[in-house]
């Protein structure tokens, strides 16, 4: 699978920014596809997941309400619409996907880190 992140950028508090995943490779009907983020200093946190398996989503309790995954099957694109922007979103975003897979999203993006593969990623910086 390859993955490749655009989207990022420099914005205000409050603001927002919709990244983008260009998804290609995929050979089974059942996936998943999370972000995950690396700020500066700190561990990497997934943010959102999608599971085609069970069409759950899962989203961190730091993003919830305000970010939102989505899945253009007809685009090969995963977006990851970020609203209300905080300085404490400030990190490289990546794009990560593993298949096949038979769990819910909550479950996928545990095992992202070991078994998924992943984009080059995108800096979002959110000044305050």
Not at 28 to 43: N, T, V
Not at 87 to 116: H, L, N, R, W
């Amino acid at each position: 699978v390859r993955l490749v992140e655009s989207g990022g950028g420099l914005v205000q508090a409050g603001e927002s920014l919709r990244l983008s995943c260009a998804t290609s490779g995929f050979t089974f009907d059942d996936y998943a596809i999370s972000w995950f983020r690396q700020a500066p200093g700190k561990e990497r946190e997934g943010v959102a997941c999608l599971s085609t398996a069970d069409d759950t989503v899962y989203y961190a309790d730091s993003v919830k309400g305000r970010f939102t995954i989505a899945n253009d099957k007809a685009k090969n694109m995963v977006y990851l619409q970020m609203n209300g922007l905080k300085p404490e979103d400030t990190a490289v975003y990546y794009c990560s996907a593993v298949e096949p897979i038979a769990v819910g999203a909550a479950q996928a993006i545990k095992v992202m880190p070991s078994f998924g593969s992943w984009g080059q990623g995108t800096q979002v910086t959110v000044s305050s």
